[in-house]
């Protein structure tokens, strides 16, 4: 079947999105015959690319201040709803109340036991207990949820970034279903009431789909590194794992690493240095 | 044949009626439900899946259920299941229709339903889900339509009917292992994750849908004059009570195996359900009242004289069939989401309108069995005069 052009478009990795960076992605030419506009693809000289994207954490430089800057650069940029903001009544009247435990977040904090549910220990070293620990989608190269999805609205990308197609998912949740990280949510209610400022650079979605992290495939794609990176003050770094020479293969050889859940097979691509 | 349903007593019609109110009062839930999202219903990140998603799986059962009267009968030629047939073919025609609608109503974004076909999935165990469900659908729709006309017109059904008798037997065995499928091949849910799933599912399946139907038998028996024989009736409860036995026995070695191996993924769901997990214990009463009911069923069932009383068959029949109901309803879905696979506990239960949905698609398929019930025993009632 064919792919429709928004969906060839996501699939292909480093091409910037329209109307962003400096360099448009997709440019228009004439054709001779007709004189009609002919869009054609063309790769940003400057997109990061990878053949497999991973992403390492350092827990020695992660702090409670870094973890607020990061969530709330991620959770800003992408237009997450923020069910603690007040909503405007004037633009949104009758909201109705909103219930915190159908929340949607994409990267947040959680303490060691939670984000490592099997390697709980009773003598486990003091200072794990009071660490932030940040969780997001570990972008998994075996990705249970890219397999249960009905309609291939969660797809992996070439270079390992599983993500999302807001426009073709039906909202079956299968996909929340399958993943042993709890990294996905789904949109309860329209979430445009909870952005605080919408940042037209990514879109928001609209109630009844599911949404997660996506490395920041957008910012990628016109060579940024993704937020949480900009905002973690050396703290995450993300980069190519087949890549022998990359400074995430160098972190992992340098560090003790661990990963969340392994023994399911997922081969989760986010590492913490511990 | 359908003019049948447009002639009925006053009983028939104020059923009609009440049936039609409540899928009224559903309609409006769901409206609402429709145009805010599902910030309606009780469910949560936690919690994704909820009592639409468990109504589902329960009533795949008893769609299943059918077949138990369509073995015997088409596959061993037992004759007291003759006239009981054509009401597990029906039964299992309302049980599917409301499956698809609680699909339907689950839905996020259900105006892109048919992407599942415009985007066909094969690794997805929901694409099998839909194709086994709308064919096992089908083939009850044609089969039972076919047989009765040609019971009315007193011949011989049509030949090409018979293939497709013998193709919805391993139909019925799909929709539900499939359906299982759905829940145990997920890596990180360790309450689903077990090889018994499925047949466990079957077991529920086959006595719940062969209990409601002897409870349907006396309802007929009430309200009409076709009577579907208390033998077939018998026989149906041996079925129920050595499926109810199968799935306790089943949920045993479940229960074994968690607790023996004592691996925590695994334990600390059947922890939840029966005894409760760090305070929280909605759903402890719940559990045990489904034991019991489904125990002490299978033992009225087992002793002859309690299974020969017409007083209590019903009853038996009757606590079987919400035991079944609460345990895959209520401990199936919820038990499998908490605690969370980050050890967080939300406990779920459906909201006012979430319930109210539940029962505008109960209404409706309620009234696909009436109709189609009330067609059967007055073309039996026909021949017979």
Known sequence: MMENNRRRFLKVAGIAAIGLGASPAISFASSDAHGAAVAVKRKNKEALSAHRWGMVIDTNKITDEIVEKIIDACHKTHNVPDFNHEVDEEKYPETRPVNHKQEVKWIWEEEFHNAFPDKEDEFLAERFHDLPFLVTCNHCKNPPCVQACPTQATFKREDGIVLMDFHRCIGCRFCMAACPFGARSFNFRDPRPFVEEIDPRFPTRSKGVVEKCNLCAERLALGEQPHCVEASEGAIVVGDLDDPESEVRALLNEHYTIRRKQSLGTEPSVYYVM | ?385
């Open chain 2, 1 to 385: 044949m359908l003019e049948i349903a447009i002639k009925g007593s006053k009983n028939y019609w104020l059923w009609l009626v009440f049936l039609l109110v409540v899928m009224g009062a559903g309609t409006i839930a769901y409206l609402d439900q429709f145009m805010n999202g599902l910030m309606t219903t009780g469910m949560s990140r936690d919690v994704s899946w909820g009592f639409y998603i468990a109504n589902f799986t329960f009533l795949v059962g008893v769609a299943a259920g059918g077949v138990m009267v369509v073995i015997p009968y088409y596959l061993h030629n037992y004759e007291k299941f003759h006239r009981i047939t054509i009401l597990g073919e029906f039964l299992a025609v309302g049980a599917l229709i409301m499956c698809l609608l609680f699909i339907v109503v689950d839905l996020g974004q259900p105006i892109r339903m048919l992407n599942v076909l415009l985007y066909p999935s094969p690794k997805s165990m929901l694409f099998y889900d839909m194709l086994v469900l709308n064919g096992y659908l089908f083939l009850n729709i044609v089969i039972g339509w076919k047989v009765l006309e040609a019971e009315r017109n007193q011949v011989e059904p049509p030949s090409w009917t018979k293939p497709l008798i013998y193709l919805s037997i391993p139909f019925a065995i799909g929709i539900h292992t499939v359906t299982a499928y759905l829940y145990c091949g997920l890596p990180g849910r360790g309450f689903w994750l077990t090889a018994i799933l499925a047949p466990r599912f079957l077991a529920s399946a086959f006595a719940a849908g062969p209990a409601f139907l002897i409870i349907l038998c006396y309802i007929i028996r009430k309200f009409t004059k076709f009577d579907p024989g208390w033998d077939a009736m018998q026989t149906l409860s041996k079925i129920v009570c050595w499926a109810i036995i199968a799935n306790l026995f089943f949920f045993l070695c479940e229960v074994f195996v968690v607790y023996y191996s004592n691996i925590p993924g695994h334990k600390v769901h059947i922890q939840y359900l029966l005894f409760g997990y760090h305070g929280y214990t909605a759903l402890v009463p719940w559990m045990w009242t489904s034991l019991t009911l489904m125990a002490t069923g299978a033992i009225f069932l087992l002793i002859p004289q309690l299974r020969n009383n017409k007083t209590l068959l019903p009853i038996s029949c009757a606590m079987i069939f919400f035991g079944a109901w609460i345990d895959k309803g209520l401990g199936m879905i919820s038990g499998g989401f908490v605690p969370s696979p980050l050890h967080h506990v939300t406990e779920y239960g459906p909201t006012g309108p979430e319930i109210m949905i539940t029962l505008g698609v109960y209404a409706t398929g309620f009234l696909v069995i009436t109709i189609l019930y009330k067609l059967a025993t007055q073309v039996k009632e026909e021949v017979r005069g």
